[in-house]
């Protein structure tokens, strides 16, 4: 019979990771283990304050369904006993992983998926004063791709700033629900001309009509306001593309429900991630061929990774190997 195990772990952050609402310098994510038969699946989550989440309530969810997963619920069934969110991904995820090590095959089979290839993931700058963005940015330059955090007031020196230092890396900003209705077309404005290709989240989620009745000049990307797959046809007036976070989503099995049906209503995808280590990745890697913009920098902002994790090259993530994940 399989055994469920919890940890608690703490990983420092190199620097300290802002955006606009507040700053951190360690990740803390929760582990589920699953043991049968010889085989241990893991999955790692990040409970998050936005959402309501703490460590502890994330570990008494998980503790919740214990029973029921030491008698052996599969991915299927866990998503009738826990809502989206953080918990219900470390045990999504763990099925997952243990389901490939027992049958020893890749999880990609498992999902009927091709196998995972390299991808280019974005690099976070975070938000501070327009020097030290640009400062930040100086350092991260060769990188294709940036997402500039934002944080409303000061925005549009901000991304002039980074530009400048930047000149030829793609970016995307990620306001974290910082704008107002207000500012919303001035902030546009900058964006474009600057170049910018994407902003995710400017205004709060559930006061974010005002996107239905401004000209998107850029596309506009849903964070906050898209958990799970039945919220996405109301969104469609508002926003051109989602970011699908399995700690959002509440772990792969609903990820990649999500990806088919935003690909149906003609969303745009970026495959996205909180900051945690690779083994939060891994999963989230079997998504993001899927996608417009891969944001899968979590462990690269980490002071360290797991042993095992996913290898970096520049920008460039190379799948996971079976140790690590899947």
């Given at each position: 019979?399989?055994?469920?195990?919890?940890?608690v772990e703490r990983?420092?952050?190199?620097?300290?990771?802002?955006i606009?609402?507040?700053?951190?310098?360690?990740?803390?994510?929760?582990?589920?283990?699953?043991?049968?038969?010889?085989?241990?699946?893991?999955?790692?989550c990040?409970?998050?304050?936005?959402?309501?989440?703490?460590?502890?309530?994330?570990t008494?969810?998980?503790e919740?369904?214990?029973?029921?997963?030491?008698?052996?619920?599969d991915?299927?069934?866990?998503?009738?006993?826990?809502?989206?969110?953080?918990a219900?991904?470390?045990?999504?995820?763990?099925?997952?992983?243990?389901a490939?090590?027992r049958?020893?095959?890749?999880?990609?089979?498992?999902?009927?998926?091709?196998?995972?290839?390299?991808?280019?993931?974005?690099?976070?700058?975070?938000?501070?004063a327009?020097?030290?963005?640009?400062?930040?940015?100086?350092?991260?330059?060769?990188?294709?791709?940036?997402?500039?955090?934002?944080?409303?007031?000061?925005?549009?020196?901000?991304?002039?700033?980074?530009?400048a230092a930047?000149p030829?890396?793609?970016?995307?900003?990620?306001?974290?629900?910082?704008?107002?209705?207000?500012?919303?077309?001035?902030?546009?404005?900058?964006?474009?001309?600057?170049?910018?290709?994407?902003?995710?989240?400017?205004?709060?989620?559930?006061?974010d009509?005002?996107?239905?009745?401004?000209e998107?000049?850029i596309?506009?990307?849903?964070?906050?306001?898209?958990?799970?797959?039945?919220?996405?046809?109301?969104?469609?007036?508002?926003?051109?593309a989602?970011?699908?976070?399995?700690?959002?989503?509440?772990?792969?099995?609903?990820?990649l429900?999500?990806?088919?049906?935003?690909?149906?209503?003609?969303?745009?995808?970026?495959?996205?991630?909180?900051?945690?280590?690779?083994?939060?990745?891994?999963?989230?890697?079997?998504?993001?061929?899927?996608?417009?913009?891969?944001?899968?920098?979590?462990?690269?902002?980490?002071?360290?990774?797991r042993?095992?994790?996913?290898?970096?090259?520049?920008?460039?993530?190379?799948?996971?190997?079976?140790?690590?994940?899947?």
């Open positions: 019979m399989p055994k469920l195990s919890v940890a990983f420092p952050i190199a620097g300290k990771f802002v606009s609402r507040g700053a951190k310098t360690e990740a803390v994510v929760v582990v589920a283990a699953i043991e049968e038969a010889g085989c241990r699946g893991r999955g790692e990040v409970p998050y304050a936005r959402y309501g989440e703490t460590i502890e309530s994330v008494r969810q998980i919740s369904v214990r029973a029921r997963i030491e008698a052996g619920v991915c299927a069934g866990l998503q009738m006993l826990l809502a989206p969110g953080a219900r991904n470390a045990l999504d995820c763990a099925l997952w992983d243990l490939a090590k049958r020893g095959v890749p999880a990609h089979e498992l999902a009927g998926l091709a196998p995972p290839a390299p991808v280019t993931t974005a690099f976070t700058i975070s938000v501070g327009p020097a030290e963005m640009a400062a930040a940015a100086a350092k991260a330059r060769e990188r294709p791709l940036l997402k500039i955090k934002l944080a409303g007031e000061g925005d549009a020196a901000r991304i002039s700033a980074v530009r930047a030829d890396a793609t970016l995307i900003v990620d306001a974290n629900e910082a704008w107002t209705p207000a500012d919303l077309d001035r902030h546009l404005a900058a964006c474009a001309a600057t170049g910018v290709v994407l902003v995710e989240q400017p205004l709060p989620a559930g006061r009509a005002a996107l239905a009745r401004t998107r000049i596309p506009i990307c849903a964070d906050e306001s898209v958990h799970a797959r039945s919220e996405l046809d109301e969104l469609r007036e508002r926003y051109d989602i970011n699908v976070k399995l700690d959002k989503a509440g772990g792969l099995t609903e990820a429900a999500m990806v088919e049906m935003a690909e149906k209503l003609g969303f745009g995808l970026v495959a996205g991630c909180m900051v945690a280590t690779s083994l939060a990745m891994a999963p989230a890697l079997l998504i993001a061929a899927r996608a417009d913009f891969v944001d899968l920098d979590g462990p690269l902002l980490l002071a360290r990774d042993p095992e994790g996913l290898v970096y090259e520049g920008s460039i993530i190379r799948p996971a190997s079976p140790a690590l994940w899947g």
